[in-house]
């Protein structure tokens, strides 16, 4: 027996539990492995440490069956795998195919700090990538079509928004309470770490300027050019997705920087001699230097829109010639369709065969192998996120592997603050191609906003328990309510963004009218929001609440069995009627029969009411005339 595999101990008198009621109750060491009837109820203070020689022999002594089985397990991890950053690549595609028009005509607007801050954090979730957000708003400061200090801003905002992915994959695992407890604690802690670090940071950065002057500080005289660099995760799935749909990065930089007015003007696409490949299709049409004479579009150069040909790939099969932006539009929902379905498939597949290679392995043993201090942590995190060139990869990957109970919520924190600072590389790589110093400084912004949302949430316990602590409420209430994580995501990344810009757009407009309306908007959610903390701390809030959850589950619950409870209801009053010999037509007849005496009795106590009221009335003067007679 491995190390990994404690020996199941029967209490004396009790049966020897089997192999589909196991319990850590029933071990000597009282180590909870997976596949346990109360795996959900260990607590991370119960677990038990192991010794490094367990942690070998539970990864290295198996016999021929045992690698066999680990083998077949690990090409069917890899193959899922595979396909689930697939469908994330090809998520993205499909979301810039979508939402690229819109989320160029945001980062093309000079606007206000905290407009700047929603811009950021609503085109990150429109196109589902920081990275290129990052990479966008670095080329606009490249270009001075936003200046240093907006760029900052537009990358606090890129920050929140990039977590948005690993929340809707958490969704994937509603198939079970457990698993989505944790797998939405696990996306959450990194919503709440990047919302608390804007909290603190972005006060700081309107007042002080300090991310602006200290990187300012940094910069060389000049930035040489450099190439563009690909991580090698980008070199694998990347094709395969492009030859599925394809988006055209450009079409949001020229919105945004306002070469283009709209994306009308690259409809129709039109390909050379209508030849779909990448040459006929994707030649920008130019004019010859001696003559002056443009080319003709159709003959001497072609024209793409939102989606795109690639050189290596060609065009990809959603592409076509002479297609309008409804066309391009149409395919990109239908491929967004296509992979959150494929998603969910993946991730059911990766979760189901992670559990099988885990089932009966000792919690001591996987906890002892994946804890690491939170420096390493942070390091591993960042160096997944630098190969893969994309955070939202890294977290929604290790997602699921948290609602699986492998990774613990405390690891999970370090591993996503080192993918936010990962993430920044793909940033500082685009400032070197610019080979502009302001996009180097924007770039810089951003690591150095990451660092300091590190420093000031991580090192203390006291503060780390914030994010953690709300990121596990969070995953509790899932229990209560399966709506729970759409209801957040479209709050959290919609609905409160958008309040947020409308109320700066008032004081945009630099009327009296407008600024003394939203000032008085602005008082008002002020009060709602005290209103708010004071019912929720101080007026039991939370507990209404969760006791509101409960009851809406209840009934919920309750609607489910109804028909169930119905059919054994009727069974046991069938049951009972045939027990008592009462045919079935005889005992409605006596109900109605009971019915009837039961309506005949009021109505004969009634009659003889009003039969006594007159004799009772005749008998007064009787009564009074011999009174009289007596006197």
């Known amino acids: 027996m491995s190390a990994a595999q404690d020996p199941v101990k029967p209490e004396e008198g009790e ?7 196991p319990s850590r109750k029933m071990r000597p060491t009282n180590s909870t492995h997976f596949g346990d009837v109360d795996f959900a109820d260990e607590e991370i203070n119960d677990i038990g440490d192991a010794t490094w020689g367990e942690v070998a022999k539970a990864c290295c002594v198996h016999d021929a069956v045992g690698w066999g089985k680990i083998f077949l397990g690990a090409c069917a991890a890899l193959f899922f795998l595979y396909f689930f950053l697939f469908a994330l690549e090809l998520l993205g595609n499909s979301a810039k195919v979508l939402g690229g028009c819109s989320a160029g005509g945001l980062l093309g607007d000079q606007t206000n700090p905290v407009a700047g801050l929603v811009i950021g954090e609503l085109a990150t979730a429109l196109v589902q990538s920081s990275s290129t957000t990052t990479s966008i708003i670095v080329t606009l400061v490249g270009a001075e079509a936003v200046t240093v200090k907006s760029g900052i801003y537009l990358i606090m905002g890129a920050n929140i928004g990039t977590s948005v992915t690993n929340t809707i994959v958490a969704m994937g695992q509603m198939g079970s309470g457990d698993q989505l407890e944790r797998a939405f604690s696990g996306a959450t802690v990194h919503d709440l770490f990047n919302l608390l670090s804007v909290a603190v940071l972005f006060p700081l950065e309107l007042v002080s300027g300090y991310l602006y002057y200290m990187t300012k500080a940094m910069l060389p005289s000049e930035v040489k050019e450099g190439e563009k660099w690909t991580g090698p995760l980008k070199k694998i799935v990347s094709p395969l997705a492009g030859r599925v749909l394809k988006a055209n990065k450009n079409v949001i930089k020229e919105i945004a920087t306002k070469k283009v007015e709209s994306c009308d003007q690259y409809y129709p696409t039109v390909c050379i001699g209508g030849v779909e490949d990448y040459k006929h299709c994707t030649t920008k049409c130019e004019t010859d230097e001696e003559t002056g004479i443009e080319g003709v579009l ?4 072609g024209r793409v829109g939102l989606i795109t040909c690639d050189k290596k790939t060609g065009c990809p099969a959603f592409f076509q010639n002479g297609a309008t932006k409804q066309d391009d539009s149409t395919s990109g929902g239908v491929c967004l369709f296509l992979s959150l379905v494929l998603l969910l498939v993946c991730l059911m597949g990766l979760v189901n065969v992670l559990q099988r290679g885990l089932m009966g392995m000792s919690t001591r043993v996987i906890y002892k192998a994946t804890k690491v201090p939170g420096v390493v942590a942070i390091a591993i995190g960042a160096a997944i996120t630098i190969l893969v060139q994309s955070s939202s990869i890294t977290t929604s990957v290790l997602t699921p592997i948290v609602g699986l109970g492998v990774i613990q919520l405390e690891q999970m924190l370090p591993l996503t603050l080192g993918a936010n600072i990962g ?12 080979g502009n110093p302001d996009a180097l400084q924007v770039a810089l912004a951003h690591l150095f906003f990451n660092i300091s949302g590190i420093i000031v949430w991580y090192p203390l316990p006291f503060m780390r328990k914030v994010p953690l602590e709300g990121a596990r409420a969070l995953g509790k209430w899932t229990r209560r309510s399966r709506s729970i994580p759409p209801i957040y995501i479209v709050i959290v990344f919609f609905v409160i963004p958008l309040l947020l810009l409308g109320l700066s757009e008032l004081f945009q407009q630099k009327t009296t009218g407008y600024t003394v309306l939203g000032s008085f908007l602005v008082i008002l959610m002020v009060y709602l929001i005290a209103k708010f903390v004071w019912f929720w701390k101080k007026q039991d809030g939370r507990e209404k609440f969760i006791n509101w959850l409960d009851k809406r589950r209840s009934m919920s619950d309750t609607m489910k069995t109804l028909p169930e409870d119905m059919q054994f209801l ?8 045939e ?6 037509d005889e005992e409605e007849g006596v109900e109605v029969e009971a019915v009837t005496l039961d309506e005949e009795k009021p109505k004969e106590a009634s009659d003889a ?11 007064e003067p009787v009564a009074a005339e011999a009174v009289s007679k007596d006197e």
Request: aromatic share 0%.
């Open 15 to 21: 049966p020897t539990l089997t192999p589909s009621g």
């Open 298 to 301: 159709g003959e001497d150069c």
């Open 423 to 434: 993430t920044t590389i793909t940033g500082l790589l685009a400032s070197m191609v610019s």
């Open 570 to 577: 009727k069974s046991k009053v069938d049951q009972l009627a």
């Open 579 to 584: 027990h008592t010999g009462l045919p079935e």
């Open 609 to 619: 009411t009003a039969e006594e009221e007159p004799a009772a009335a005749e008998a």
